[in-house]
């Protein structure tokens, strides 16, 4: 009979505890999604009796997340899009180019992610009012991209810096431009990290709540976690319409996750390694 260390046993034993912990509230949360509100507050822990759909219909119709799910989508792909296309080409450009001020240019992009949104909400708020973007979804656009570019950049220069520069010297005596050498050398070998920032980029802007609530007011312009935010009222709260709306809003990014799981583990450890 095979004899297992102790301590894989127990780093397995915390590993399984781990996954209880976070999967858990997601599957209570899919389990009352079901139920009425009576039966929440009667059996909250229980399986539902008597299943109903009806928590999702009315969710998708009363809460609009349909118009919602869409404007959430138009705006994490366009970010996700722009932050992978600008973010490559600056990571790139300090990676591999060699010039003057490249770690301080990438010194200027990382002090991006210690900024917290909350100290520049207000300033974005006034200026993006008087130009019209207040209540426009290219003003959540523009800085869900802007604190998305730190990130990108940090994980790409790493990519970068880790590739052989044997390939990118050969390039070079081939006859190749700076631009062929980002587009067909650089970039190809450098997709799994591409991955990693698009999925990272589009999971927080898919969940962010506080700038969509602050910059947009009309109904018709509202992502998805401002719509979510409508089922919490004041002095009453619908929770079993509010689940299933939380559902409907999670099964997205956990499609999009489980269909990109490898390549975010592959890339995590690719990028974590030079030379």
Same mark, same amino acid.
């Given at each position: 009979?095979?004899?297992?260390?102790? !301590? /894989? =046993?127990?780093?397995?034993?915390? #590993? %399984?505890?781990?996954?209880?912990? @976070? *999967?858990?509230?997601? $599957?209570? +949360?899919?389990?009352?999604?079901?139920?009425?509100?009576?039966?929440?507050?009667?059996?909250?822990?229980?399986?539902?009796?008597?299943?109903?759909?009806?928590?999702?219909?009315?969710?998708?119709?009363?809460?609009?997340?349909?118009?919602?799910?869409?404007?959430?989508?138009?705006?994490?792909?366009?970010?996700?899009?722009?932050?992978?296309?600008?973010?490559?080409?600056?990571?790139?450009?300090?990676?591999?180019?060699?010039?003057?001020?490249?770690?301080?240019?990438?010194?200027?992009?990382?002090?991006?992610?210690?900024?917290?949104?909350?100290?520049?909400?207000?300033?974005?708020?006034?200026?993006? !009012? /008087? =130009?019209?973007?207040?209540?426009? #979804? %290219?003003?959540?656009?523009?800085? @869900? *991209?802007?604190?998305? $570019?730190? +990130?990108?950049?940090?994980?790409?220069?790493?990519?970068?810096?880790?590739?052989?520069?044997?390939?990118?010297?050969?390039?070079?005596?081939?006859?190749?431009?700076?631009?062929?050498?980002?587009?067909?050398?650089?970039?190809?070998?450098?997709?799994?990290?591409?991955?990693?920032?698009?999925?990272?980029?589009?999971?927080?802007?898919?969940?962010?709540?506080?700038?969509?609530?602050?910059?947009?007011?009309?109904?018709?312009?509202?992502?998805?976690?401002?719509?979510?935010?409508?089922?919490?009222?004041?002095?009453?709260?619908?929770?079993?319409?509010?689940f299933a709306a939380i559902i409907i809003a999670i099964i997205p990014t956990i499609i999009v996750y489980c269909a990109f799981s490898n390549q975010i583990v592959d890339?995590?450890?690719?990028?974590? +390694?030079?030379?």
């Amino acid at each position: 009979m095979r004899k297992f260390p102790v !301590a /894989k =046993i127990f780093i397995y034993i915390f #590993l %399984i505890l781990m996954a209880v912990l @976070y *999967l858990a509230p997601l $599957l209570w +949360v899919f389990s009352v999604s079901f139920k009425t509100n009576a039966e929440i507050f009667k059996t909250p822990f229980a399986l539902p009796k008597a299943p109903t759909f009806d928590n999702f219909s009315f969710a998708w119709t009363a809460g609009k997340l349909g118009i919602a799910t869409l404007n959430s989508f138009i705006v994490c792909v366009i970010t996700l899009i722009l932050s992978m296309i600008v973010g490559s080409m600056a990571a790139f450009a300090i990676a591999r180019m060699r010039w003057k001020f490249s770690k301080l240019a990438l010194t200027y992009f990382l002090t991006g992610m210690m900024i917290p949104v909350h100290c520049v909400m207000i300033p974005l708020f006034t200026r993006f !009012a /008087k =130009i019209g973007l207040s209540n426009n #979804l %290219i003003g959540l656009v523009l800085p @869900y *991209l802007t604190f998305a $570019l730190p +990130v990108t950049i940090f994980i790409m220069v790493g990519f970068f810096e880790s590739m052989p520069g044997e390939l990118i010297e050969s390039a070079c005596i081939d006859g190749a431009t700076i631009s062929g050498i980002f587009f067909k050398v650089c970039l190809p070998l450098g997709k799994t990290g591409l991955f990693v920032t698009g999925l990272m980029t589009f999971i927080a802007n898919w969940n962010e709540l506080l700038l969509a609530m602050v910059f947009i007011s009309d109904e018709s312009k509202k992502t998805l976690p401002v719509s979510l935010s409508k089922f919490v009222g004041p002095y009453n709260t619908n929770y079993s319409q509010m689940f299933a709306a939380i559902i409907i809003a999670i099964i997205p990014t956990i499609i999009v996750y489980c269909a990109f799981s490898n390549q975010i583990v592959d890339g995590l450890t690719a990028g974590a +390694v030079k030379g």
